[in-house]
């Protein structure tokens, strides 16, 4: 029988933690009360306020998109603006999403290397006041970043002391965030221990002046859900409708709850994390030396920004499955997993090898 396939397209293409599957089969015998009045529910809220250390409110939900939809609609209205970097997935991958169902505007701001600053933020502050332009009210960030740069917590409490030296909010996408954790750029070049990562995890969030946070963990190990976590605890005042009313009211909340329990108390986000970084920075290195590849950018989290020889491009997304993320010019973006085998990582960089030579 030949070995399960990888692909490097997504991290969203791995398998469910073993962990993550006995969980599910903990709450899967018998009756509970629905719409996550139940212990299991309860349960994931309590190991996520534990791992911030702070009393948060906490909202389930189905995925990512339904994350930020939810969260951004929470903190701004149909007049008002989010401000973005141009390719936040908020912006370029949910088709529209929060723009539809929120009735506010997004301000994408050119960023190459991912990173919203203060001074990207300021000029968008000269029509407060002016009624015939959209408001601005809310600041959205990714961690890691769709390009894989990652926010220091320095850098996430300076966008947090401008949000509130000018009465804005500040959302942070985390799909990727435990890999941010772990990374060695926001632990001083080291690779973290698991209280390390606990700090820096704190440290880039509610420790910064994060509003609002879409804890992702589907990338991470989990079968579905995301959770909404909300520091500024005004914001959870209708928290509660806006979910039902975007559909990421899930019944069986149970079976999100008893997810994140797992993922959280039995260290399952770290190991992950720590496990796909460490994938992604050897296949970084293994392909630098290969004639005609040069490395984007540091490999901080899982993803590896590539250019690639041209006449390597179709072959090698045909037998490992990966996006471009530009076409022109052949930068590929390859996506390692936790469950990344070595073995698919080591035939990458053999195959690559022989076509570019």
């Known amino acids: ?29 018998s009756h509970a009360w629905a719409y996550g009045d139940d212990d299991a529910t309860r349960g994931g809220i309590d190991a996520i306020r534990r791992i911030f250390d702070t009393e948060c409110d906490v909202f389930f939900v189905y995925n990512g998109t339904g994350a930020n939809v939810v969260s951004l609609s929470a903190a701004t209205r149909s007049h008002e603006a989010v401000i973005c970097t141009e390719m936040a997935h908020i912006n ?50 990714t961690q890691a970043t769709e390009i ?20 804005l909010y500040l959302h942070m996408d985390g799909a990727r965030i435990a890999n941010a954790a772990v990374s060695d750029i926001a632990n001083g070049g080291t690779e973290p221990s698991l209280a390390g990562a606990i700090e820096t995890l704190r440290a880039m969030t509610a420790g910064a002046g994060v509003d609002l946070l879409s804890f992702g963990a589907t990338k991470n190990g989990l ?52 496990a796909a970084n460490r994938k992604a920075r050897r296949l970084a290195a293994e392909i630098a030396g290969i004639s005609g590849v040069k490395i984007h950018s540091p490999v901080y989290g899982n993803g590896v ?10 072959p090698l997304r045909e037998e490992f499955g990966f996006y471009l993320w530009d076409v022109t010019s052949g930068l590929a973006r ?9 073995e698919f990582v080591d035939a990458f960089v053999a195959r690559l090898k022989e076509l570019a030579a």
């Not at 070995?3 to 089969?25: Q, T, Y």
């Not at 740069?149 to 401008?162: I, K």
Request: charged share 25%; net charge negative; with cysteine.
């Open 148 to 167: 894989g740069s990652v926010y220091l917590p320095e850098e996430v409490a300076a966008l947090g002391a401008f949000a509130r030296e000018h009465d």
């Open 1 to 29: 029988m030949s070995a399960p396939r990888n692909l490097f397209s997504s991290d969203n293409s791995s398998a469910v933690d073993p962990r993550i599957l006995s969980a599910l089969g903990t709450v899967d015998r």
């Open 223 to 274: 079968m579905f859900g995301e959770a909404i976590v909300v520091f500024r605890r005004d914001l959870a005042d209708h928290m509660a409708y806006i979910r039902k009313q975007a559909t990421q009211l899930h019944s069986k909340m149970r079976y999100v709850g008893a997810q994140f329990a797992a993922w959280i108390d039995e260290n399952v986000w770290y190991e992950n994390a720590v």
């Open 334 to 342: 390859l996506m390692v997993s936790y469950d990344t085998r070595e």
């Open 305 to 314: 920004f590539a250019y690639l020889p041209a006449a390597a491009i179709e």
């Open 92 to 141: 370029e991958d949910e088709c529209g999403a929060p723009e539809a169902f929120g009735g506010y505007k997004l301000h994408g701001v050119a960023a190459p290397d991912g990173k919203l600053t203060p001074e990207h933020l300021r000029p968008f502050l000269r029509v407060r006041g002016f009624e015939h332009a959209n408001q601005p009210r809310t600041i959205s960030i």
